[in-house]
């Protein structure tokens, strides 16, 4: 409701607000539990009054850089460059200023609409309606927080990317096989929910149809940045179609997720490659062929090896190889640039051993659980059918924005 153009809350509602301005958000660890997750918006972080005094400095400091460049802007004795150079930036800063300008146009409407509630004691229906008007300002306002808090905190350039992914079956035999074939079907379901392009590259079958290696290039909007937590060993209990005493066995799956390279970010030079072909088919190819189709590629410098024999054509099989190759050789790159993982890409696939897992599925007691947040979902079909994925890849990236905040903070407090 509005008076006079104000809006306003309780007065419990205020002692609630004014409370959580005392919230600190230091601690890293987060365990979220599927009664309290329903949303990602019921878990944002509320801002704390250490964190809202950071993100004013910052906002303060855009909105002096932002009059500075308007400035240089609207004088005539701007060169051309430098013109060009400030309207970059003026640009760049649009988004943010933007919200800023929202921001401060509510806080305005918070301070008039305390005084206002101060100034009506005497007329309770005018203050009641005060009160419920800032109520709704108060939320605004920490709307507004944590979209700038998202605006400020660094972001990785590959999220908006699409993405190359590996399935390999570890300890398990022939079960962690079958069970790679179910890994790899249940990212091409999600891939097909959300509107994404799903390519088979190559797959290597196991005896019994299994995939030994299965890998796929996926395409759409912010395919990377959705899905790179994928990455890790996935470990399945359940009862095998080999088991006569129906024993549940625990086998294990690897999954890698890498971003898929331009031909900027990896220039691959002749002299590097041994490319060899080979006859494709047998049990490690998907169809018999009498041509030599498939396509290994050496990468000399870095020793890595990629080959393909899933299309009939040795062409389409290089342009494959060449693909597979140069997300990995990114990967790597991008790893020894930024120096913020611990583990390179041939090490974050793991072995397949059972004691590297981010995620078991149980499919006896119907439950699925990512160790990394301590969050289970119970209802595994849905997760294998690709309906629930969601749950798990948006507590992890709200995980990720949380230490991010914890980061932001601890680094603009030294």
């Given at each position: ?30 365990h ?42 609207d ?110 079907k ?76 331009d ?32 396509v ?48 390179l ?52 990236l ?15 407090s030294?």
């Open positions: 409701m509005r008076v006079g153009g104000f809006r306003v809350l309780s007065r419990s509602l205020i002692r609630a607000f004014s409370a959580n301005a005392n919230h600190h958000l230091r601690s890293k660890t987060y979220i539990s599927r009664s309290s997750y329903s949303t990602a918006a019921e878990l944002q972080p509320q801002s704390s009054a250490e964190l809202i005094k950071i993100m004013e400095n910052r906002l303060s400091a855009i909105e002096h850089r932002n009059a500075y460049l308007q400035r240089i802007i004088q005539p004795e701007t060169s051309p460059s430098e013109y060009s150079r400030a309207n970059k930036e003026l640009q760049s800063l649009s988004d943010k200023m933007d919200l800023i300008c929202k921001l401060r146009t509510i806080e305005k409407e918070i301070e008039s609409l305390k005084s206002l509630a101060g100034d009506c004691e005497e007329d309770k229906d005018m203050q009641a309606m005060a009160y419920e008007e800032l109520e709704q300002a108060v939320k605004e306002e920490q709307k507004l927080h944590n979209l700038l808090l998202k605006a400020l905190l660094p972001k990785d350039d590959a999220d908006v990317r699409d993405c190359i992914l590996e399935v390999r079956a570890g300890t398990g035999g022939e079960e962690a096989s079958l069970f790679a074939v179910d890994i790899f249940m990212y091409e379901r999600y891939s097909l929910k959300k509107g994404w392009r799903f390519d088979v590259i190559d797959v290597t079958d196991s005896n019994m149809k299994g995939f030994k290696e299965a890998s796929a290039a996926i395409s759409g909007a912010d395919v990377y940045g959705k899905l790179k937590f994928e990455s890790g060993v996935h470990r399945v209990q359940r009862v095998p179609i080999t088991e006569k005493s129906g024993r549940v066995h625990t086998s294990a799956v690897s999954v890698a997720i890498l971003p898929q390279a031909e900027v970010d990896v220039q691959l030079r002749n002299e590097d490659l041994r490319i060899d072909t080979y006859r494709s088919g047998g049990s490690g190819g998907q169809h018999a062929n009498t041509t030599n189709s498939a290994r590629i050496t990468h000399i410098p870095s020793g890595l090896t990629v080959a393909i024999q899933d299309e009939r054509s040795q062409h389409m099989n290089k342009a494959k190889a060449l693909k597979v190759l140069c997300a990995r050789l990114y990967e790597i790159e991008r790893c020894r640039a930024q120096n913020s993982r611990s583990k890409r041939l090490e974050q696939i793991g072995s397949g051993d059972r004691s590297e897992r981010i995620r078991t599925y149980n499919f006896p007691q119907g439950r699925v659980t990512d160790h990394r947040i301590g969050f289970t979902h119970h209802s595994i079909s849905d997760v294998m059918q690709g309906e629930s994925l969601d749950y798990f890849i948006d507590a992890l709200l995980r990720q924005e949380m230490d991010a905040i914890a980061d932001f903070t601890s680094a603009s030294h």
